[in-house]
């Protein structure tokens, strides 16, 4: 009895083992699953370098670069870029004026706060253009022609700027209030513009990144002016050195060069997309450098 037992489930242990040499079999094809690994999914894993994980493509910048950004001025020439420049002209007055940065001696706190608020809303723009474009393409069934990808690009290099600077100072109370009461308003309502207007918003960005260009120029011509002498000996943030593959040797000079020449690689790309017909496609590879 026992054996016909043992011939009865013969071919079933010889099937299940022959299934189980095709999945390794398989396995070793197609690679590892994570569900086979021993070892944390690596979107999970802390044993990675967390400053540089999933960052998207962005411009590094050579020595030249740097130091080739000027001050430029896009002309306008018609109904929407006059009312784009008035309106981030207005803009510049009120911030300045209620800022107080127009007042009394410009040290590296005035700076800071400066540049941390101005980042949390520089970081605005890209990322509601780009989810706008996004549901454009979902509801209409057609292709996007890779604007999405700059524009998300653009986000996360500004929020990285303001990654940079909370390294130097942790805001309080009244200036993260400050914070989320600006970007509730300007959210949405640069979301309104967008769908109204995709070119005056790129116009309004690319005279936004005039003014961000005029202002990192102001803070170097402060530092090299002695100005600033905590920042003159002050070494560059790791994340810094990391984000823009900076030297050993960088300091926070050298970290206000790169982000200049960020912002002025987004003064060139949003005046060319607020030329440019919304089907048009996206003239900029990922990482793409533009001065």
């Known amino acids: 009895a026992v054996e016909n037992v043992s011939r009865t489930f013969l071919p079933i242990r010889i099937e299940i083992q022959t299934a189980s040499n095709a999945r390794e079999t398989q396995n070793e094809r197609e690679g590892p699953h994570f569900k086979n690994q021993g070892s944390s999914h690596p979107l999970t894993s802390k044993t990675q370098d967390e400053d540089n994980m999933n960052q998207m493509p962005h411009p590094i910048w050579t020595a030249d670069d740097v130091k080739s950004v000027v001050v430029t001025h896009y002309e306008p020439n018609n109904f929407v870029d006059k009312m784009a420049y008035l309106s981030v002209k207005t803009m510049r007055f009120g911030f300045d004026l209620f800022s107080g940065f127009k007042f009394g001696e410009r040290n590296e706190t005035k700076w800071l706060k400066r540049m941390i608020f101005l980042e949390t809303v520089a970081g605005v723009p890209g990322m509601v253009a780009a989810m706008v474009r996004h549901l454009h393409s979902l509801r209409k069934l057609k292709r996007d022609y890779g604007w999405i990808h700059t524009l998300l690009e653009e986000a996360e290099n500004e929020r990285m700027h303001l990654m940079t600077c909370l390294e130097l100072k942790k805001p309080g109370i009244v200036f993260r209030s400050a914070v989320v009461i600006s970007q509730g308003i300007f959210v949405n309502a640069f979301f309104l513009l967008y769908l109204l207007s995709p070119r005056f918003c790129h116009r309004f960005v690319g005279y936004l990144e005039e003014e961000a260009v005029k202002t990192y120029t102001k ?11 905590v920042w003159s000996a002050m070494p560059s943030p790791i994340l810094a050195k990391k984000y823009w593959n900076l030297s050993e040797e960088a300091t926070m000079r050298d970290v206000v060069m790169a982000i200049r020449a960020d912002e002025a690689h987004h003064r060139v790309v949003n005046h060319r997309l607020g030329s440019m017909h919304e089907d048009d496609k996206n003239p ?7 001065l």
């Open 219 to 229: 803070c170097l011509q402060d530092l090299d002016a002695g100005k600033l002498p």
């Open 284 to 290: 900029y590879l990922p990482g793409e450098r533009k």
